[in-house]
């Protein structure tokens, strides 16, 4: 009685996804800050560094809907096995070579893997519970998210001045034992039934799923509302920390990071049993609200503003994400993870984030580049009111009269 109030009654293979989860993405955490300080120590510039560690989310941007078609076409379980064994190669990689050209190529891997390794992992999690479930798995998948990235970045902050090559080599072992463990973990009953189902269904061509996508302009009016949002969210990472050292203020950034990660941990349950209860697009507009009100305060030169700030950014953060990508899944019926990889796209936000930040603050500073930026954040809410009233438009015109 005890284990269903304090924990969710999900399946086996649901928790153990579930830890997956959050080593992923406390890896990654922990490795990004890692391998910006190894590759200065073997001698690579700052401009390669970036270069290094960004264009792997490029690509995973793209490899998202493709990686989403593959889980369609060929099951979760398989997918998932091929990225975990890709993305071991790739830390191998890492542990024998110094070639700026070999770890171009592997970043491009590795990035791939990051970036695409949470759609295979959402829809294992959906095929595994019944569809009232999966808005709660998608909640739930956040917040393990969050909290993984939170662990990660501390304890990479922490323990960077110890890391050499081998570390590379060591994460490597540990996907390789992860996907051991999962050869062992039981498929939930309702996965096996979905899974019977799909391996004897007529799967659509890429063509075809092609030819659906691009005709689906529900699909694009939410596409276009998760890179509005991804635009100003990025801020934090991208403009932020320019405008701080504009002031010599660039101190706060850690205090304003640290508050940021623990506000997650501590709000990111109670807001989301709140606005659980709420209609979709109140929870939408007050998330972007809340983003764009914490943008504004950073157009004002006032340390104090600053952390009021964070508390705005975090509230704007925490729920819009689970229910866009909610949104979107519902919409692919069959082609559900084609869909969910289609939300990778949202990543292009973060290139027009830092991109369009940096610009506007060369132009005119805070008071340009936030309130900018924070407008642009309000087109997510007008892209997704588009969005619902066209799903509703041809819901109407498919009911007989």
């Known amino acids: 009685m005890k284990r269903k109030k304090w924990f969710p009654d999900y399946p086996t293979g649901v928790w153990y996804l579930a830890g997956v989860n959050f080593l992923t993405r406390f890896i990654t955490f922990l490795m990004l800050p890692l391998s910006i300080i190894y590759l200065g120590k073997i001698g690579f510039e700052e401009t390669e560094v970036g270069w290094l560690l960004g264009i792997g989310w490029i690509l995973g941007a793209f490899g998202g809907p493709m990686v989403g078609y593959l889980v369609d076409k060929l099951g979760a379980k398989k997918v998932y096995a091929v990225i975990l064994i890709l993305w071991s190669l790739s830390f191998f990689g890492y542990g024998l070579t110094q070639s700026f050209w070999i770890l171009m190529g592997l970043s491009l891997v590795n990035g791939f893997c990051r970036s695409t390794v949470e759609v295979v992992i959402l829809s294992r999690m959906f095929a595994s519970v019944s569809k009232e479930k999966q808005s709660k798995i998608n909640g739930f998948q956040y917040i393990i998210l969050n909290w993984g990235a939170i662990i990660g970045t501390a304890v990479g902050a922490y323990t960077g001045v110890y890391v050499t090559q081998d570390w590379f080599t060591y994460i490597g072992f540990v996907f390789l034992v992860l996907l051991i463990i999962d050869r062992f973990v039981p498929l939930a009953k309702l996965e096996k039934e979905k899974q019977r189902i799909q391996e004897n269904e007529e799967k659509p061509s890429i063509k075809e799923v092609i030819q659906i996508i691009s005709k689906d302009r529900v699909l694009l009016l939410f596409l276009f509302s998760g890179i509005c949002y991804m635009t100003g969210y990025i801020q934090l990472d991208a403009t932020i920390p320019i405008a701080l050292n504009d002031q010599n203020q660039m101190h706060t950034y850690a205090f304003l990071n640290l508050e940021n990660s623990i506000l997650v941990v501590l709000l990111a349950v109670p807001i989301m049993n709140l606005v659980s209860k709420w209609r979709p697009f109140t929870v939408v507009f007050t998330m972007c609200l809340f983003l764009s009100l914490s943008l504004i305060c950073f157009v004002f030169h006032s340390t104090p503003l600053y952390y009021v700030a964070i ?91």
């Not at 990508?325 to 519902?330: L, V």
Request: hydrophobic share 50%.
């Open 311 to 401: 508390l705005f950014y975090t509230i704007g953060e925490i729920a819009f994400v689970p229910l866009w990508r909610q949104k979107i899944a519902d919409l692919g019926g069959p082609l559900q993870s084609t869909y969910l990889g289609l939300t990778n796209i949202s990543y292009l936000g973060f290139f027009f984030g830092n991109f369009l930040g940096g610009m506007f603050f060369e132009k005119g500073g805070s008071l340009l580049a936030f309130s900018i930026i924070a407008i642009m954040v309000q087109f997510t809410f007008v892209f997704y009111i588009f969005a619902t009233q066209t799903q509703n438009k041809s819901v109407k015109e498919m009911v007989p009269k």
